[in-house]
């Protein structure tokens, strides 16, 4: 079986503030994909970031960056500079090879201005 | 971009009707996804199917069944409708099973069972 845990529930940070949201999760596998996704106010889930289980490598996009450690089984999220849009529930999902997705149970974000 | 659309924003119906929710994705992706989300339980996969005709069970199937006869279209069926299946639905798609492709959404289906 495989989970994911979003310990956090509830974020709130003033607007430009750095926010990490963190994301554990728990695998046998040994090839498995992780994401986060940002569900705004409006509903619609939308796909953020990416990472495999053979790529530790950690990367920024823009405002967004990630750390991954597989050591931690840890795929933490981390938002530079906050802005208001940002406020949304961010989700942190797995996927094995067989094409089984399981998510965590979300982190709600509040920016405020 | 993809599209993934679900028949029913909102949706009302009655214990022990059967319950049709249908989704449709237009970028030929191979597989598609039923999950329903509730408050402070996040997202919790139903069913999934990577092929025509092909379908897995999730982590929560009971009282659900799918249907998938052509590739576009995935749809959730509650066979008996119960109050405790009030609830928001969403459909997802992706490219190919093994591989890092992200899922598209739907904007969701909000059920709600009398």
């Known amino acids: 079986a495989q989970k994911v845990t979003q310990a956090q529930t509830e974020i709130s940070v003033v607007e430009k503030e750095d926010v990490t949201l963190d994301c554990v999760y728990e695998t046998r596998d040994t090839t498995y994909y992780l994401f986060w996704y940002k569900q705004p106010p409006s509903g619609e889930l939308v796909f953020l970031i990416r990472?495999?289980?053979?790529?530790?490598q950690n990367e920024i996009s823009g405002r967004y960056s990630w750390n991954f450690q597989k050591s931690t089984s840890s795929f933490n999220f981390t938002i530079t500079a906050s802005q208001v849009v940002d406020s949304a529930v961010y989700f942190c999902a797995l996927r094995n090879n067989a094409g089984k997705s399981t998510f965590g149970d979300g982190t709600t974000l509040t920016v405020k201005p | 971009d993809v599209k993934v659309t679900q028949s029913s924003r909102y949706l009302v119906k009655r214990t022990g009707e059967k319950v049709f929710l249908e989704c449709v994705q237009d970028?030929?992706?191979?597989?598609m996804f039923w999950y329903r989300q509730d408050p402070g339980l996040g997202l919790r996969l139903i069913y999934f199917s990577y092929d025509v005709k092909m379908k897995e069970k999730g982590d929560i199937p009971e009282g659900y069944s799918v249907s998938r006869e052509k590739k576009e279209r995935f749809s959730l069926i509650l066979e008996s409708a119960s109050t405790n299946q009030t609830s928001m639905y969403l459909c997802?798609?992706?490219?190919?099973?093994?591989?890092?492709?992200?899922?598209?959404f739907g904007d969701g289906t909000r059920l709600s069972i009398l």
């Open positions: 997802a798609s992706s490219l190919l099973t093994g591989d890092n492709q992200p899922q598209h």
């Open positions: 970028m030929d992706h191979e597989n």
């Open positions: 990472r495999n289980s053979f790529d530790e």
